[in-house]
């Protein structure tokens, strides 16, 4: 059955109160806006004790501010602020599960109503003449049954892969001791000491976009920095012909090469893998080829740090520019044998990252591909 959501639902719009009344120790939890919204449900960060509209236990919550569409679920009495708006169902005609899938599978959808030149916002008369597919109350159960069990199991597999990452995080302080602190003792040596190379990416007019070339068998890549901080070698789609490659041959990277990102978002690195298109960095992006003294996943943690350290104290650095500069830091060089201990054993918990990671996107294109069913 086709109706307008104001039909099956009662639209509450948010209303700010007094600053005055915002504290961390008496009051409702107050939201108010997406900025407070989590997967599901909102995260507490603020009470207020003088709410002006409030929502009951299982409303759903939708943004109705910059940026519009994103919905949650109150899972308790709660305040909101002017940032969003309550949408109110009878448990007897629309669950309120559904509504928040249903919603949330037509997010681009409600986001493109809104109005507003420099904030888009929507509402109270475009939320009420939205008009949706409503099933019997029977079939909305059943859907969310089937959707829930799905997200769940999605959520699973995101926690495999975190307690992945801790357990990689937990054998490297048992093997090798806090990196800060160095408590072994492990010796140090300068970044163009354990370095091949180091190379920033081209400047100025070395590399502009009237180079490029379209794909084909004879092209060479151009590495950008979403490339290092998205961990994937084959996005991007900027390739040069082998007379530019030549002249740019200093720049090359290959198989084993580790990139990282200099500008912007600093210091995110990437082993480029076997098999990976071969090319140049650009201008955003840094190479080093290591010698072989310290291996690249143990590099790749203690140089992190050192740049890392560098961005929080405000040293470098939101735009790394001297290579010379980051030639003179030390990192830690634990002895080999320990190296390749730790080496295998990241190997294998790589294996189990790969077939949770192959679980988690089946589900997630299953969820997709349920929610086009049940929502298209």
């Given at each position: 059955?086709?109706?307008?959501?104001?039909?099956?639902?009662?639209?509450?719009?948010?209303?700010s109160?007094?600053?005055?009344?915002?504290?961390?120790?008496?009051?409702?939890?107050?939201?108010?806006?997406?900025?407070?919204?989590g997967?599901?449900y909102?995260?507490?960060?603020?009470l207020?004790?003088?709410p002006?509209?409030?929502?009951n236990k299982?409303?759903?919550?939708?943004?109705?501010?910059?940026?519009v569409?994103?919905?949650?679920i109150?899972?308790?009495?709660?305040?909101?602020?002017?940032?969003?708006?309550?949408?109110r169902?009878?448990?007897?005609?629309?669950?309120?599960?559904?509504?928040?899938?249903?919603?949330?599978?037509?997010?681009?959808?409600?986001?493109?109503?809104?109005?507003?030149?420099?904030?888009?916002?929507?509402?109270?008369?475009?939320?009420?003449?939205l008009?949706?597919?409503?099933?019997?109350?029977q079939?909305?159960?059943?859907?969310?049954?089937?959707?829930d069990?799905?997200?769940s199991?999605?959520?699973?597999?995101?926690?495999?892969?975190?307690?992945?990452?801790?357990?990689v995080?937990?054998?490297?302080?048992?093997?090798?001791?806090d990196?800060?602190?160095?408590?072994?003792?492990?010796?140090?040596?300068?970044?163009?000491?354990?370095?091949?190379?180091?190379?920033?990416?081209?400047?100025?007019?070395?590399?502009?976009?009237?180079y490029?070339?379209?794909?084909s068998?004879?092209?060479?890549?151009?590495?950008e920095?979403?490339?290092?901080?998205?961990?994937?070698?084959?996005?991007?789609?900027y390739?040069?012909?082998?007379?530019?490659?030549?002249?740019?041959?200093?720049?090359?990277?290959?198989?084993?090469?580790?990139?990282?990102s200099?500008s912007?978002?600093?210091?995110?690195?990437y082993t480029?893998?076997?098999g990976?298109?071969?090319g140049?960095i650009?201008q955003?992006?840094?190479?080093?080829?290591?010698?072989?003294?310290v291996?690249?996943?143990?590099?790749k943690?203690?140089?992190?740090?050192?740049?890392?350290?560098?961005?929080?104290?405000g040293?470098?650095?939101?735009?790394?520019?001297?290579v010379?500069?980051?030639?003179?830091?030390?990192i830690?060089?634990?002895?080999?044998?320990?190296?390749n201990?730790?080496?295998?054993?990241?190997?294998?918990?790589?294996?189990?990252?790969?077939?949770?990671?192959?679980?988690?996107?089946?589900?997630?294109?299953?969820?997709?591909?349920?929610?086009?069913?049940y929502?298209?």
């Open positions: 059955m086709k109706v307008k959501l104001g039909e099956v639902a009662e639209i509450i719009m948010g209303q109160p007094d600053s005055s009344s915002y504290n961390y120790e008496d009051g409702l939890p107050f939201f108010q806006g997406n900025a407070d919204f997967e599901y909102p995260t507490i960060r603020i207020c004790n003088k002006k509209k409030i929502a299982y409303d759903v919550l939708i943004s109705v501010r910059a940026p569409g994103a919905v949650n109150a899972n308790n009495i709660c305040a909101i602020g002017r940032g969003l708006a309550i949408i169902t009878n448990a007897n005609t629309v669950n309120h599960r559904y509504l928040f899938y249903l919603l949330k599978y037509h997010r681009r959808y409600i986001e493109n109503l809104g109005t507003g030149s420099t904030f888009k916002a929507i509402s109270k008369p475009i939320l009420n003449d008009c949706f597919t409503i099933h019997d109350i079939t909305q159960k059943e859907i969310v049954a089937v959707l069990k799905v997200t199991l999605i959520s699973m597999r995101k926690k495999q892969l975190e307690k992945l990452n801790i357990l995080k937990s054998k490297f302080i048992e093997m090798f001791g990196p800060v602190l160095n408590p072994k003792g492990w010796e140090k040596k300068k970044l163009e000491d354990v370095c091949l190379s180091i190379v920033r990416g081209p400047f100025g007019s070395a590399l502009k976009k009237e490029f070339v379209p794909y068998k004879n092209v060479y890549k151009v590495y920095q979403k490339n290092a901080i998205k961990q994937d070698s084959n996005i991007g789609s390739y040069i012909s082998e007379e530019k490659f030549v002249s740019l041959k200093r720049f090359e990277c290959k198989t084993g090469d580790i990139i990282m200099c912007g978002t600093v210091g995110k690195m480029l893998p076997e990976a298109h071969k140049i650009n955003a992006l840094m190479k080093m080829t290591l010698n072989g003294i291996i690249d996943k143990i590099f943690i203690y140089f992190g740090l050192a740049v890392e350290s560098l961005v929080l104290n040293s470098g650095i939101k735009n790394i520019s001297s010379s500069y980051l030639k003179n830091i030390e830690q060089v634990p002895p080999l044998d320990l190296q201990q730790f080496a295998e054993f990241v190997e294998q918990v790589e294996k189990n990252r790969e077939n949770i990671k192959s679980s988690l996107n089946q589900l997630e294109t299953l969820y997709s591909a349920l929610m086009q069913e929502f298209g």
